[in-house]
């Protein structure tokens, strides 16, 4: 039981994510920043309740999710 609760210690969520951000570029760590600010404006938005806002955010998401696949394509 000891070597499992050692093994999830070590094998945190939170240590993998900084193992992965360990030596990556700023702009790696400001497009995560972008993300959670953007999640997170996201969740207020869903909150509100106005349904009007709900759909128009929802819109937008996808539409960038499109360009961002296309920016993917371009290799």
């Not at 070590?10 to 959670?36: C, H, M, Y």
């Amino acid at each position: 039981m000891a070597e499992r609760a050692q093994q999830e210690t070590s094998d945190s969520p939170w240590d993998t994510f900084k193992s992965f951000v360990t030596g990556k570029p700023q702009e790696f760590i400001e497009l995560r920043n972008a993300a959670t600010e953007l999640a997170a404006v996201v969740v207020q938005v869903a909150r509100s309740g106005n349904m009007e806002r709900i759909n128009r955010v929802r819109e937008l998401l996808e539409q960038v999710k499109r360009e961002i696949y296309a920016i993917l394509a371009k290799k």
